[in-house]
């Protein structure tokens, strides 16, 4: 385990009292357990069940003086819920946010069972470890212990667990609409950044999110005669879709690089040894397209830096035939992107059907599909507003007394690693609070590998014990910074 040198005179985890009794895993950090616990309850939405999420909050939050709201969606089985600890009300609240649906599972390509919570080898395995129930973990841990601990607030803490933020038509929109006096603060904490291990394990980086990208999803219709599959004619609509599909899998995006993603790339190469250094730094500062075009190869090897500094393409669903003996006369693909702040979609939609050059091939505004079938009215409603408010929110200043206490906290919990702004590569919940002008700092409170990341959303979801206690010191500090008096 890391050894932490904190310049505040408490050690939140040495001090509380464990709330379990103890038993063959007694050494296991309060903050693993309570993930586990979350992990079991099942929230993997559609349909989500997060109010069953909400009741357990609200009997670990309820004993310890916090003001306790649960706020039910007009969809049964659905609620946020929000836990207010009060200051003396002589600064602005400061929130702490995470969703508690999880997308849902494989669960035959899972070597143990996503909704049990294992323990093994120092992680906690489970859907949603990652994102964002190891999160809210950490978060709830953080502001409970401030609440055993009666530290003197000069401003209240407000943790709030979402609904729908993976789908569904009443996350933090709804909230912001419904009960925007509960969430109201000067700033906000939720899901964005990382902390990035190296392959030895020490923390190379820590990116806070100031912004998010957004999704914009399109549809390619191919067209061809529909008949009898015993006399196939050339014209067959599911081969025009395959070769529409296989030059959008030859094509890439040119980067394009926001402010904060400029910076990102620099404190990379600061942290980084040859050749990569050259690579990162060609990327954010060279005018040369061979170099950016060489920076771009050598760095997108990593799928996530490939999406930060670009649109994404990403097919997701496919449509095409209804019996084995017809050919159908069109056949359709959804294609995900994931966009860089400014991006519009009339000019992605030229984009690709340059690339496509196929007049049997029709590029359309998609609508934007959580699953695959039906959808109701209302939740299009819904996930199309999602879409167009997120696609025009401002970036998070980059300075700020909760942006500022996250970097010095972030280097006191990681000595030697870069703290650096951010874009994050996918959408999160903050859009309420950043269309209102609330600054909102997205992380992912626990150091993490390159290769556990890539199972976020996908199959052994896992985050390590020590890495759930590290990230609950620098929260904690942090909160206790802005909050404490
Ligand atoms: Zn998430």
């Known amino acids: 385990m890391r050894v932490l040198r904190l310049s505040l005179p408490v050690c939140v985890v040495a001090t509380v009292l464990p709330l379990w009794s103890a038993d063959s895993s007694g050494s296991i950090p309060e903050v693993a357990r309570l993930l586990t616990e979350v992990i079991r309850i099942d929230t993997s939405n559609p349909p989500g069940n997060e109010a069953k999420l909400a009741e357990f909050l609200k009997a670990r939050f309820a004993p310890l003086g916090f003001e306790i709201d649960i706020v039910p969606t007009p969809q049964p089985g659905k609620a946020h819920f929000i836990a207010r600890l009060r200051g003396d009300g002589s600064k602005k609240p400061v929130l702490i946010a995470g969703h508690e649906d999880v997308v849902g599972v494989e669960r035959e390509k899972w070597s143990l069972d996503p909704f049990a919570g294992v323990i093994k080898?120092?992680?906690?395995?489970?859907?949603?470890?990652?994102?964002?129930?190891?999160?809210?973990?950490?978060?709830?841990?953080?502001?409970?212990?401030?609440?055993?601990?009666?530290?003197?607030?000069?401003?209240?803490?407000?943790?709030?667990?979402?609904?729908?933020?993976?789908?569904?038509?009443?996350?933090?929109?709804?909230?912001?609409?419904?009960?925007?006096?509960?969430?109201?603060?000067?700033?906000?904490?939720?899901?964005?950044?990382w902390i990035i291990k190296d392959a030895a394990g020490k923390v190379q980086y820590v990116s806070i999110s100031t912004a998010d990208k957004s999704g914009i999803s399109l549809l390619l219709t191919a067209r061809g005669t529909s008949t009898h599959s015993s006399m196939p004619r050339p014209d067959n609509a599911i081969f025009t879709l395959a070769r529409a599909l296989a030059k959008l899998s030859e094509y890439d995006t040119k980067p394009r690089l926001?402010?904060?993603?400029?910076?990102?790339?620099?404190?990379?190469?600061?942290?980084?040894?040859?050749?990569?250094?050259?690579?990162?730094?060609?990327?954010?500062?060279?005018?040369?397209?061979?170099?950016?075009?060489?920076?771009?190869?050598?760095?997108?090897?990593?799928?996530?830096?490939?999406?930060?500094?670009r649109n994404t393409i990403a097919p997701v669903l496919m449509?095409?035939?209804?019996?084995?003996?017809?050919?159908?006369?069109?056949?359709?693909?959804?294609?995900?992107?994931?966009?860089?702040?400014?991006?519009?979609?009339?000019?992605?939609?030229?984009?690709i059907q340059h690339v496509i050059?196929?007049?049997?091939?029709?590029?359309?505004?998609?609508?934007?599909?959580?699953?695959?079938?039906?959808?109701?009215?209302?939740?299009?409603?819904?996930?199309?507003?999602r879409a167009r408010l997120m696609s025009r929110v401002a970036e998070s200043p980059k300075s700020g007394v909760?942006?500022?206490?996250?970097?010095?906290?972030?280097?006191?919990?990681?000595?030697?690693?870069?703290?650096?702004?951010?874009?994050?590569?996918?959408?999160?919940?903050?859009?309420?609070?950043?269309?209102?002008?609330?600054?909102?700092?997205?992380?992912?409170?626990?150091?993490?590998?390159?290769?556990?990341?890539?199972?976020?959303?996908?199959?052994?979801?896992?985050?390590?014990?020590?890495?759930?206690?590290?990230?609950?010191?620098?929260?904690?500090?942090?909160?206790?910074?802005?909050?404490?008096?």
């Open 121 to 193: 080898d120092g992680y906690v395995y489970g859907r949603g470890a990652i994102d964002f129930k190891g999160g809210l973990a950490v978060f709830a841990q953080a502001v409970l212990d401030i609440a055993r601990q009666k530290r003197p607030l000069a401003r209240d803490i407000i943790f709030l667990a979402e609904a729908d933020e993976e789908g569904g038509a009443y996350g933090t929109r709804f909230l912001a609409d419904n009960a925007w006096d509960k969430i109201d603060c000067e700033f906000a904490l939720n899901e964005g950044g």
């Open 258 to 309: 926001t402010d904060s993603t400029r910076e990102f790339f620099l404190t990379l190469s600061q942290t980084s040894t040859e050749p990569m250094k050259t690579h990162f730094r060609n990327l954010a500062t060279s005018n040369d397209p061979n170099l950016v075009a060489a920076a771009d190869k050598a760095i997108s090897e990593n799928p996530l830096l490939h999406a930060i500094m």
């Open 319 to 351: 449509n095409a035939g209804f019996r084995g003996n017809v050919i159908p006369g069109s056949a359709e693909a959804t294609i995900n992107f994931r966009t860089i702040p400014g991006t519009t979609q009339e000019e992605l939609i030229e984009e």
């Open 357 to 385: 050059n196929d007049p049997r091939v029709d590029v359309t505004p998609a609508p934007t599909a959580m699953s695959r079938g039906p959808v109701s009215p209302e939740l299009q409603t819904a996930l199309d507003a």
């Open 402 to 485: 909760l942006y500022e206490a996250l970097v010095k906290q972030a280097k006191l919990t990681y000595p030697g690693a870069r703290v650096t702004p951010y874009l994050f590569q996918a959408g999160t919940d903050a859009y309420a609070w950043r269309s209102k002008g609330v600054p909102v700092y997205g992380i992912y409170p626990y150091p993490i590998s390159a290769q556990d990341l890539e199972r976020m959303h996908g199959n052994d979801e896992r985050v390590p014990i020590a890495s759930l206690e590290s990230g609950l010191k620098m929260i904690t500090n942090t909160l206790l910074e802005v909050a404490g008096k």
